[in-house]
């Protein structure tokens, strides 16, 4: 069975543009998890998803940041503008359902910023 | 505040050599806690769930136990295959049933031969 696949696994853009994550989860996994995580530390939430309704986003800097999972299955979690802060690997995880406490984590996406 | 804090931040250990890492956490109703493993490179993978004080979890050479206020993940043995980064994540209960990992910092292992 496939894991969770993100794309791309790598990306390099310059300050001030834009730039785009996507996750599939683990089929029949309702619940999608964004995490960012900052070098020697742990991951932090972004934002989850129970299907496509977004029910945690508090950490999320709307300002900049937004993602939507249409459908319920993909998601796309997007900056704009990047700032140089932003440099770190965007994660993503799924579970069965919110209930389930036992999450999957894809590869991550890991960006840079310059 | 909800706050995970890991020990040590590294570990440097011979093959063999048994040790364990820390996991203490601060956290209003604990739904559970958990241990992922971390490759450089690639996502947390999941290794156990702890949900009461008292339980245990063993996986070939790694067994995690669970205390009121933290959790350890003993090492038995150590290969080198075992260096890894190890995260601990506590899950607290919230109205409505949503919950949020909360992750530590992780402790970075180094197994030698």
């Known amino acids: 069975e496939a894991g969770v696949v993100q794309s791309p696994r790598y990306k390099i853009i310059e300050k001030k543009q834009p730039v785009a994550f996507w996750c599939n989860p683990i089929?029949?996994?309702?619940?999608l998890y964004w995490y960012r995580q900052n070098l020697g530390q742990g991951p932090e939430l972004l934002i989850r998803?129970?299907?496509?309704?977004?029910?945690?986003d508090s950490q999320l800097p709307k300002d900049r940041f937004s993602a939507e999972r249409l459908k319920g299955v993909d998601s796309t979690l997007k900056i704009q503008p990047a700032e140089l802060g932003d440099s770190a690997v965007y994660l993503c995880?799924?579970?069965?359902?919110?209930?389930?406490?036992?999450?999957?984590f894809g590869q991550g996406t890991r960006l840079t910023v310059v | 505040e909800d706050q995970v804090t890991q020990s040590p931040e590294a570990l440097r250990l011979q093959e063999g050599e048994s040790s364990s890492l820390n996991c203490s956490y601060t956290?209003?109703?604990?739904?559970?806690l958990f241990w992922y493993r971390q490759d450089p490179g690639k996502g947390p993978e999941f290794l156990f769930t702890?949900?009461?004080a008292g339980e245990e979890k063993e996986k070939e050479r790694l067994k995690a136990t669970l205390t009121k206020k933290e959790s350890f993940l003993h090492i038995t043995a150590p290969k080198p295959e075992d260096s890894a980064t190890y995260l601990c994540?506590?899950?607290?209960?919230?109205?409505?049933?949503?919950?949020?990992?909360?992750f530590g910092a992780g402790t970075r292992l180094a197994v030698h031969p």
């Open positions: 998803y129970e299907n496509e309704e977004a029910v945690d």
């Open positions: 956290v209003s109703g604990l739904r559970g």
């Open positions: 994540a506590v899950q607290a209960q919230r109205s409505g049933g949503y919950n949020k990992l909360i």
């Open positions: 702890l949900y009461s």
């Open positions: 995880a799924s579970s069965l359902n919110r209930a389930n406490t036992e999450a999957f």
């Open positions: 089929s029949g996994h309702n619940t």
